[in-house]
């Protein structure tokens, strides 16, 4: 068993604050404050990232180099591309991809593998994928996870699903069918595909948490602030089981 500490990440206060348990110790570096405290148990250290993929380099970055995290985590709120799926379900990263990077070209954009040239010739296949391993051991952890229910989803559920990222918020139904539709996603948010870039440059093991706060359309805005909260508490619940996945 390792001393090594889990980094859980959030963007927002709000979704890091089902997380901590307990006291936590305060350190300050290049201006983010992180938390070095204990999940269910496990050492960890928390941050609040701000919004957005670089925001989510930078503390991602800092959380192996400084922090020597054993895994980094996120726990957060996401919006729904899926049909299917509704506002208080959880979705857990399969495939995580960038979709705002890569080449323009007449007019759309062809995405490629973070980092990669997007010239023609280059691989583009894109998107990080969760470890088989670590998918089979999440699935027996979330067998007993108990949801909240939502006015508007009294059972909710988890699901394993590709994630979309991106520096936007998405308030538009054509580009949710269109993110849908190009990625097979289940949900869009801002951060995660920046931190798993990180995790898998430095050799660490992640896991993406995101519970549905919105459908991406023309109500998100409003969605959003209604479903918050709820959407982070069942985003910790499922953190809270996963965090077990590295010991
Ligand atoms: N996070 C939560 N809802 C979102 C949305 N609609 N677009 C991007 N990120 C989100």
């Not at 280059?122 to 027996?140: I, Q, Y």
């Amino acid at each position: 068993m390792t001393n090594k500490p889990v980094g859980i990440i959030s963007a927002i206060p709000e979704e890091i604050k089902y997380l901590l348990d307990g006291q936590a110790e305060e350190v300050i570096v290049g201006n983010i404050t992180f938390y070095r405290g204990k999940i269910e148990g496990e050492q960890a250290v928390f941050v609040e990232t701000g919004i957005g993929k670089v925001n989510a380099a930078i503390v991602s970055t800092l959380l192996v180099s400084h922090f020597d995290c054993r895994a980094l985590m996120f726990s957060g709120v996401a919006g729904g591309l899926d049909p299917k799926l509704n506002v208080g379900d959880v979705v857990i990263g399969e495939r995580l991809v960038q979709h705002d990077y890569g080449k323009i070209q007449e007019e759309a954009l062809q995405t490629f593998q973070p980092g990669a040239f997007p010239l023609p010739g280059v691989d583009s296949t894109h998107g990080f994928n969760m470890s088989e391993e670590l998918k089979a051991r999440s699935h027996k952890l979330l067998d007993e996870v108990i949801l909240e229910s939502l006015p508007n989803n009294e059972t909710p559920s988890h699901h394993f699903g590709a994630i979309v990222t991106g520096d936007a918020f998405i308030n538009c139904e054509v580009t949710r069918v269109r993110l849908h539709k190009d990625f097979k996603a289940m949900a869009v948010e801002m951060e995660g595909a920046a931190i798993v870039q990180v995790a898998e440059q430095m050799n660490r093991p992640w896991v993406v948490v995101r519970c549905l706060s919105d459908l991406a359309g023309s109500e998100s805005h409003m969605d959003f602030d209604t479903f918050l909260a709820a959407a982070s508490i069942n985003a910790a619940r499922v953190t809270r089981k996963l965090v077990h996945l590295f010991g």
